[in-house]
């Protein structure tokens, strides 16, 4: 591999911009004329709407769901047997459905003035009775969202795997617990925004979106705003993170296209934190049932849960509310072995928020039910963990291995990653450590978890979830420039992920060109080919493979022209170093950028017309997902009198496949522990039985700061792909998955002697303070307060 190919620890390029301020954001766009929107959004969580009055004088300031004429609401359809559909509006109509949904749509020419707007606009609202629990919803009885639905489900999915019913009647340890993981925001750092404008010269709706998926974008916005595709133009600027929240079209971007055609001046719209944690709270709501049956040893014969999704009130375009449920289905066996499984989904409509993806989807959620239950295990055979863990594993000689949900585990060594992160942790000396006690009295565990994460995964995949948006094959052009230089030019969209730095390592692995003369160009719809986007851990895979074959391609072109110019057979012509290498000479690609564009005369009679430039396009052959895994580690010590929870260690070990450069993989890994440490320990946003959320600014809803993130130590494993190009597998979702599970294993080790067990997320001291006291009133008196 080159030094500045893949393999290769190069920083950042679009670092040096961002690092000297230099960031072209959405917030930083001013166009002349540009107006500005401030919403007003529904106090109340379940009402039908009244009357609604326009402050005097706010003529053409104010706009409500019946000025929209012709815009139609976000439709999420799918293909799934049962899927109920709920139409998303732009704009409240008729009914409110969550706090903090839009109702009116407010234009100044400075958000303040257009706040003040908001503030004099009144809505009467008629309360409608509040689903704020998903398994409230579920009862007979319950307020119904949707009306013609008849219930609250929005969808229901069963599998039945081998033969459970036999093994539970045999086997020897049974395992029954009941999991929670509670409602928490994405909270980039930059929250939702965007610019429209029409441009008159190319009669097109031209928006400036913080997104991930320009051209989902653009396909959603056309369906709503009733125009053709070719009319809109989206560009996503530099983008402030997005981990799923901006995989999605949001009604604002609807609303604010549509705005800028109509009074023909640039629009903005920038989130504030508020909007966002009390209309944003929006994902990893899920709650399971868990049956376990293992044998005396702590084998692992067989699984029955029962999962329960909280999707909020409406399906998010286009990967709608039940990917959640789909995904847990597939994914709670995780990297273990098991012989029957057997599991009911249910996807339930609540007066929240709409659930979107967020980093991991799906994968924290079970990835913690299913650890706690192997810790469960463990403990009831009175064996370690860990080798309980190991016991149950798939190992490396089974690969490739095909799970008892059908994912196709393309290789790696799933014991030894266990291994790594057991001796990292020094699980002997965590051991002597609790039987010394610790000077201060505060208790102190040790926790593991290990995971799989599909990513890459293609067309095969998706069609089976049902998804009425389904990727196919990434394509990526590469153009040459007359000196030499190299334009990438692709769909996908990097908000963080390095994919300026890392498609240009891949050119250089191809080409032997030198990054710093390779260009990135992505997130614009007019420039980029088109692609579902950035998301489910596979724009490096995917992106990644066409850039290569389109690099391919143009080595090729390149390669026959220096032929012609050395006189020699093209087989004699290499590619390397960044330049064309022949029998007796070599040439620089300026000097073949200089004949194609400049002299032509030059060229070969033969010469591949399609000169310079060339697209590819890429999908795995068997497009079922490279899978990543990992193991994660960690120590933590518990004041039992105040519940207060410190990590004193934090171990990962993770196998990504060959890392195109390993100090961007070990970025995304830290970044995604930070967050995984928040969903463990600090976020949450409950939601009263009024359905008003409780942690609507950072006085309540708690981040973790780098005063609670652990100095975490990692080591990588590489396991190439046989399924992908470089043996590529993506990680930009592994951090975030098993903090959850790792800590709060550590925190029930920590209050094993109590015998005190937590089961929800967050872990906050309340809730640790609370299973205290149940396990002392279970001493006490027998049974749980």
């Given at each position: 591999?080159?030094?500045?190919?893949?393999?290769?620890?190069?920083?950042?390029?679009?670092?040096?911009?961002?690092?000297?301020?230099?960031?072209?954001?959405?917030?930083?766009?001013?166009?002349?004329?540009?107006?500005?929107?401030?919403?007003?959004?529904?106090?109340v969580?379940?009402?039908?709407?009244?009357?609604?009055?326009?402050?005097?004088?706010?003529?053409?300031?104010?706009?409500?769901?019946?000025?929209?004429?012709?815009?139609?609401?976000?439709?999420?359809?799918?293909?799934?047997?049962?899927?109920?559909?709920?139409?998303?509006?732009?704009?409240?109509?008729g009914?409110?459905?969550?706090?903090?949904?839009p109702?009116?749509?407010c234009?100044?020419?400075?958000?303040?003035?257009?706040?003040?707007?908001?503030?004099?606009?009144?809505?009467?609202?008629?309360?409608l009775?509040?689903?704020?629990?998903?398994?409230?919803?579920?009862?007979?009885?319950?307020?119904?969202?949707?009306?013609?639905?008849?219930?609250?489900?929005?969808?229901?999915?069963?599998?039945?795997?081998?033969?459970?019913?036999?093994?539970?009647?045999?086997?020897p340890?049974?395992?029954?617990?009941?999991?929670?993981?509670?409602?928490?925001?994405?909270?980039?750092?930059?929250?939702?925004?965007?610019?429209?404008?029409?441009?008159s010269?190319?009669?097109?709706?031209?928006?400036?979106?913080?997104t991930?998926?320009?051209?989902?974008?653009?396909?959603?916005?056309?369906?709503?705003?009733?125009?053709?595709?070719?009319?809109?133009?989206?560009?996503?600027?530099?983008?402030?993170?997005g981990?799923?929240?901006?995989?999605?079209?949001h009604?604002?971007?609807?609303?604010?296209?549509?705005?800028?055609?109509?009074?023909?001046?640039p629009?903005?719209?920038?989130?504030?934190?508020?909007?966002?944690?009390?209309?944003?709270?929006?994902?990893?709501?899920?709650?399971?049932?868990?049956?376990?049956?293992?044998?005396?040893?702590?084998?692992l014969?067989?699984?029955?849960?029962?999962?329960?999704?909280?999707?909020?009130?409406?399906?998010?375009?286009?990967?709608?509310?039940?990917?959640?449920?789909?995904?847990?289905?597939?994914?709670?066996?995780?990297?273990?072995?098991?012989?029957?499984?057997?599991?009911?989904?249910?996807?339930?409509?609540?007066?929240?928020?709409?659930?979107?993806?967020y980093?991991?989807?799906?994968?924290?959620?079970?990835?913690?039910?299913?650890?706690?239950?192997?810790?469960?295990?463990?403990?009831?055979?009175?064996?370690?963990?860990?080798e309980?863990?190991?016991?149950?594993?798939?190992?490396?000689?089974?690969?490739?291995?095909?799970?008892?949900?059908?994912?196709?585990?393309?290789?790696?060594?799933?014991?030894?990653?266990?291994?790594?992160?057991?001796?990292?942790?020094?699980?002997?000396?965590?051991?002597e450590?609790?039987?010394?006690?610790?000077?201060?009295?505060?208790?102190?565990?040790?926790?593991?978890?290990?995971?799989?994460?599909?990513?890459?995964?293609?067309?095969?995949?998706?069609?089976?979830?049902?998804?009425?948006?389904?990727?196919?094959?990434?394509?990526?052009?590469?153009?040459?420039?007359?000196?030499?230089?190299?334009?990438?030019?692709?769909?996908?969209q990097?908000?963080?992920?390095?994919?300026?730095?890392?498609?240009?390592?891949?050119a250089?692995?191809?080409?032997?060109?030198?990054?710093?003369?390779?260009?990135?160009?992505?997130?614009?719809?007019?420039?980029?080919?088109?692609?579902?986007?950035?998301?489910?851990?596979?724009?490096?895979?995917?992106?990644?493979?066409?850039?290569?074959?389109?690099?391919?391609?143009?080595?090729?072109?390149?390669?026959?022209?220096?032929?012609?110019?050395?006189?020699?057979?093209?087989?004699?012509?290499?590619?390397?170093?960044?330049?064309?290498?022949?029998?007796?000479?070599?040439?620089?690609?300026?000097?073949a950028g200089?004949?194609?564009?400049?002299?032509?005369?030059?060229?070969?009679?033969?010469?591949?017309?399609?000169?310079?430039?060339?697209?590819?396009?890429?999908?795995?052959?068997?497009?079922?997902?490279?899978?990543?895994?990992?193991?994660?580690?960690?120590?933590?010590?518990?004041?039992?009198?105040?519940?207060?929870?410190?990590?004193?260690?934090?171990?990962?070990?993770?196998?990504?496949?060959?890392?195109?450069?390993?100090?961007?993989?070990?970025?995304?890994?830290?970044?995604?522990?930070?967050?995984?440490?928040?969903?463990?320990?600090?976020?949450?946003?409950?939601?009263?039985?009024?359905?008003?959320?409780?942690?609507?600014?950072?006085?309540?809803?708690?981040?973790?700061?780098?005063?609670?993130?652990?100095?975490?130590?990692?080591?990588?494993?590489?396991?190439?792909?046989?399924?992908?190009?470089?043996?590529?597998?993506g990680?930009?979702?592994?951090?975030?998955?098993?903090?959850?599970?790792?800590?709060?294993?550590a925190?029930?080790?920590?209050?094993?002697?109590?015998?005190?067990?937590v089961?929800?997320?967050?872990?906050?001291?309340?809730?640790?303070?609370?299973?205290?006291q149940?396990?002392?009133?279970?001493?006490?008196?027998?049974?749980?307060?």
């Amino acid at each position: 591999m080159a030094d500045n190919g893949i393999g290769a620890r190069l920083t950042r390029k679009e670092d040096d911009r961002y690092l000297r301020g230099r960031g072209n954001f959405v917030a930083d766009i001013k166009l002349a004329g540009m107006k500005e929107v401030a919403f007003v959004r529904s106090w109340v969580a379940h009402a039908t709407i009244g009357a609604i009055q326009k402050p005097p004088g706010a003529a053409g300031s104010v706009f409500v769901a019946g000025d929209l004429k012709g815009v139609k609401p976000i439709r999420t359809t799918s293909k799934l047997t049962g899927y109920k559909i709920s139409d998303y509006p732009i704009l409240a109509l008729g009914e409110v459905r969550f706090a903090g949904e839009p109702v009116a749509m407010c234009v100044a020419d400075t958000r303040a003035e257009a706040e003040d707007i908001a503030r004099e606009v009144s809505i009467d609202y008629q309360d409608l009775g509040v689903v704020s629990d998903m398994l409230e919803g579920l009862k007979p009885g319950a307020p119904l969202l949707h009306e013609h639905w008849g219930d609250n489900v929005v969808l229901e999915t069963f599998i039945d795997a081998g033969a459970l019913d036999a093994i539970a009647a045999q086997a020897p340890i049974v395992i029954e617990r009941e999991f929670r993981m509670n409602r928490q925001a994405t909270v980039p750092m930059e929250g939702k925004g965007l610019v429209a404008f029409w441009d008159s010269r190319m009669d097109q709706l031209t928006v400036y979106s913080s997104t991930q998926v320009p051209s989902l974008v653009r396909t959603g916005l056309a369906e709503c705003l009733g125009l053709e595709q070719r009319r809109i133009r989206v560009i996503a600027p530099d983008v402030g993170g997005g981990f799923g929240f901006k995989g999605v079209l949001h009604p604002e971007e609807v609303a604010v296209g549509w705005l800028a055609m109509q009074i023909g001046r640039p629009v903005r719209w920038i989130e504030d934190r508020y909007e966002h944690l009390r209309a944003g709270a929006n994902a990893r709501e899920h709650h399971y049932k868990i049956t376990a049956y293992a044998d005396n040893r702590g084998k692992l014969l067989g699984l029955n849960a029962d999962i329960t999704i909280d999707a909020g009130a409406y399906s998010s375009y286009p990967f709608t509310s039940c990917l959640e449920a789909t995904m847990a289905a597939g994914n709670l066996p995780g990297p273990y072995t098991v012989r029957a499984y057997r599991a009911h989904t249910r996807t339930v409509a609540t007066n929240k928020p709409p659930l979107v993806p967020y980093r991991g989807v799906a994968r924290p959620g079970v990835c913690f039910a299913m650890e706690l239950t192997i810790d469960a295990i463990a403990h009831a055979v009175g064996r370690e963990p860990y080798e309980v863990r190991l016991d149950n594993l798939v190992g490396p000689a089974a690969m490739p291995y095909t799970s008892v949900t059908n994912k196709y585990f393309d290789g790696g060594d799933y014991p030894e990653s266990l291994r790594r992160a057991a001796h990292l942790i020094d699980v002997p000396a965590v051991r002597e450590r609790q039987r010394r006690g610790e000077p201060d009295g505060r208790l102190v565990g040790v926790g593991f978890a290990t995971f799989t994460e599909q990513t890459a995964h293609g067309t095969t995949v998706f069609a089976t979830w049902g998804m009425s948006v389904v990727p196919g094959y990434e394509q990526a052009t590469v153009r040459l420039a007359p000196d030499g230089g190299l334009e990438i030019r692709v769909g996908v969209q990097s908000h963080g992920q390095g994919l300026e730095t890392t498609l240009a390592q891949i050119a250089n692995e191809v080409l032997g060109i030198d990054p710093a003369r390779v260009s990135v160009i992505h997130g614009d719809t007019s420039l980029a080919p088109y692609s579902t986007g950035t998301y489910a851990s596979r724009s490096i895979v995917m992106a990644g493979g066409a850039v290569a074959r389109a690099c391919r391609v143009l080595a090729e072109r390149m390669r026959k022209i220096a032929a012609h110019l050395f006189r020699c057979r093209i087989d004699e012509v290499s590619v390397r170093e960044g330049k064309l290498w022949g029998p007796y000479a070599t040439i620089d690609f300026a000097e073949a950028g200089r004949v194609w564009y400049l002299n032509p005369e030059e060229l070969p009679p033969d010469v591949d017309v399609g000169g310079l430039e060339a697209t590819a396009g890429y999908r795995p052959e068997q497009d079922s997902g490279a899978f990543s895994y990992s193991t994660h580690a960690a120590i933590v010590a518990i004041d039992p009198e105040l519940g207060a929870v410190e990590i004193l260690d934090y171990a990962i070990v993770e196998d990504c496949g060959t890392m195109v450069n390993p100090m961007i993989v070990e970025g995304q890994i830290y970044g995604g522990a930070a967050q995984g440490i928040g969903t463990a320990l600090y976020e949450e946003i409950p939601f009263d039985v009024s359905g008003q959320p409780l942690a609507v600014t950072f006085a309540d809803y708690l981040l973790p700061t780098a005063v609670e993130v652990p100095r975490i130590r990692l080591e990588h494993m590489q396991t190439p792909s046989p399924l992908t190009e470089f043996g590529l597998k993506g990680i930009g979702e592994s951090g975030a998955i098993a903090p959850p599970a790792a800590i709060t294993n550590a925190i029930n080790d920590a209050l094993r002697p109590l015998g005190a067990e937590v089961c929800e997320t967050p872990a906050t001291p309340r809730r640790i303070l609370a299973a205290i006291q149940r396990a002392r009133s279970i001493r006490q008196t027998g049974t749980s307060p």
